[in-house]
């Protein structure tokens, strides 16, 4: 079964600063991976889709790299903001239609 | 409306009620999917419908009943649920294509709590 690991669990940042997070996973036959933020008691939002044979992908001040290989996923937000605070996850599909998820990384943006 | 929404947002019952989740996509997807998360944990597959019919079922207790009439709508019937059961339950749609899928789209949630 796919594992998902999100690093660090929790990242406070003042505004303006860029960022790095992690999610490694275990099974690395996966199909794509999406990005995801969520706002604290609500549904998820769709950030960023790689397809397995894309190394990277970006939407605006977010870049979600892929290295499929060894199992691993980033995603850079350039230039925080305090309206990037959200917890974020990363989502690999493994078979016909099934995402895998973390527990996500908790981000603060300190304005 | 677009998107993917989801009735009631919040819902409070007892353990011996019925009650159902209801989710509508306006995407044209053709795979909608039931979510659990609870506190701390990681979201959990629950049920997945495909060209209308269910090919996942991850062990999910009886009391939990889904039902999906067509390609737009997906019904969570719940019965005799335990107070564990309280948790955000989250439908997601995508369009399958043979072995991959699309972006998976997300509604709202419905916060459900079990007294």
């Known amino acids: 079964k796919q594992e998902v690991t999100q690093i660090p669990a929790a990242l406070s940042v003042p505004e303006g600063e860029n960022l790095v997070l992690n999610c490694s996973f275990t099974?690395?036959?996966?199909?794509?991976l999406q990005w995801f933020r969520q706002d604290p008691g609500k549904g998820l939002t769709s950030l960023l889709l790689i397809q397995s044979s894309q190394r990277e992908q970006t939407s605006g001040r977010l870049n979600a790299s892929l290295d499929k290989s060894s199992g691993r996923s980033t995603l850079y937000i350039a230039a925080s903001q305090p309206g990037d605070s959200a917890t974020y996850l990363c989502a690999p599909q493994t078979g016909a239609n099934n995402l895998f998820f973390g527990t996500g990384t908790r981000l603060t943006v300190i304005p | 409306e677009t998107g993917v929404t989801q009735t009631p947002r919040h819902l409070v019952m007892g353990m011996t009620n019925k009650k159902s989740l209801k989710c509508e996509q306006h995407?044209?997807?053709?795979?909608m999917y039931w979510y659990k998360q609870s506190a701390k944990k990681p979201l959990e597959l629950m049920f997945v419908y495909s060209l209308e019919e269910r090919v996942e079922n991850n062990s999910v207790p009886s009391r939990f009943s889904p039902e999906c009439p067509n390609s737009s709508h997906l019904f969570l019937h719940l019965h005799t649920l335990q107070p564990e059961d309280s948790a955000l339950y989250l439908c997601a749609s995508s369009q399958t294509r043979g072995t991959w899928n699309t972006e998976a789209f997300f509604g709202q949630g419905t916060r459900l709590t079990v007294v």
């Open positions: 099974d690395s036959a996966i199909y794509n």
């Open positions: 995407l044209g997807h053709n795979a």
